[in-house]
């Protein structure tokens, strides 16, 4: 099982990013995905789920209404679209199946700043 997450970078206050992970060694349509991120000197905390068929999805309410997760089956690719983002956003955004314990992937680093 691999992830490679990708699309973090530098964004100013209010900005956007799009990040994609690729995930691999599993049958990517059965499982729920989930994107967590971990800050400086914070624990990694969930930020959003979504269902195996995509239909459904949750958000932790500090990014609600800013992020939106989507997959695509055909592609085994998870996407993050980040809008209007913070300094709080700052951090190090990894994938993985939701409710597996997965190795992580190296995750792909987010730096909001003027």
């Known amino acids: 099982v691999q992830f490679v997450e990708s699309g973090g970078g530098w964004v100013q206050p209010g900005g956007s990013l799009e990040l994609s992970c690729v995930a691999s060694g599993f049958t990517f349509s059965d499982y729920e995905m989930a994107w967590y991120r971990q800050g400086p000197g914070k624990e990694r905390e969930l930020v959003t789920y979504?269902?195996?068929?995509?239909?459904?999805?949750n958000y932790i309410a500090s990014v609600k209404d800013r992020f939106t997760i989507s997959r695509d089956n055909g592609q085994s690719t998870v996407h993050l679209r980040m809008r209007n983002l913070k300094p709080d956003d700052t951090a190090v955004y990894y994938c993985?199946?939701?409710?597996?314990?997965?190795?992580w992937g190296q995750g792909t680093q987010v730096t909001v700043s003027l």
């Open positions: 993985r199946r939701r409710w597996r314990d997965d190795a």
């Open positions: 979504i269902s195996s068929t995509g239909d459904f999805t």
